[in-house]
């Protein structure tokens, strides 16, 4: 009964936002999964990645007025580079503390602490420094902690920069395993 009942629901869910004309939209998105829904257990354990997100949000203290932004912006990051939101998450935290008002001594602004920061467009932003990490991570062909080191200190990363790499990568893996507790 709990199966047929879950099925008619997703079944609903589907049909209502195709008749609205947006059911195209939400199929494309990373967070929908096409399942049959078992129970309603399993639709808890599918949860999106923005819930870990939120969790790993909270984690690192960013501002409570602030998360609904943070996490759409990293997300659409996230979504448009191909890299993890913890990652992009990491970062942020590393360079700006989820301070979009930040700005470096050498000048650089914002969340990710980019030249092209937009103080009024978090998004904008954030999507910069994903990109920019992610030819970073191309660079280095996967290796993360190289592409860190070449995000903070250019084409010849400093000794400081690979200091900052160990600590980001490090805080990268603590929101992994945030993910892996649950």
């Not at 079944?11 to 998105?29: D, H, K």
């Not at 997300?75 to 990652?87: D, I, M, N």
């Not at 999507?127 to 995000?151: N, P, Q, T, V």
């Not at 600590?167 to 893996?173: F, G, M, P, V």
Request: proline share 4%; charged share 30%.
């Amino acid at each position: 009964m709990r199966k047929r009942i879950a099925s008619l629901i997703l079944a609903f869910t589907v049909g209502a936002l195709s008749v609205m004309g947006i059911g195209n939209e939400f199929r494309r998105q990373d967070n929908f999964i096409p399942v049959t829904v078992v129970e309603s257990k399993t639709v808890k354990k599918e949860a999106t990645k923005e819930d870990k997100l939120v969790v790993a949000l909270k984690f690192l203290r960013a501002p409570k007025d602030r998360i609904d932004i943070l996490q759409k912006s990293i997300h659409q990051a996230a979504k448009s580079s191909g890299l993890k939101p913890e990652l992009i998450t990491a970062v942020m935290y590393k360079e700006s503390q989820f301070n979009e008002n930040a700005v470096s001594p050498k000048g650089y602004k914002g969340l990710m602490q980019t030249r092209w920061a937009s103080f009024e467009y978090p998004e904008v932003d954030t999507l910069f420094g994903a990109k920019e990490l992610e030819m970073w991570c191309k660079y280095s062909k996967g290796d993360i902690r190289r592409a860190l080191a070449h995000y903070n200190g250019g084409m010849k990363p400093p000794k400081v920069a690979w200091e900052y790499s160990n600590e980001t990568y490090n805080l990268y893996q603590k929101l992994l395993d945030l993910d892996r507790r649950d």
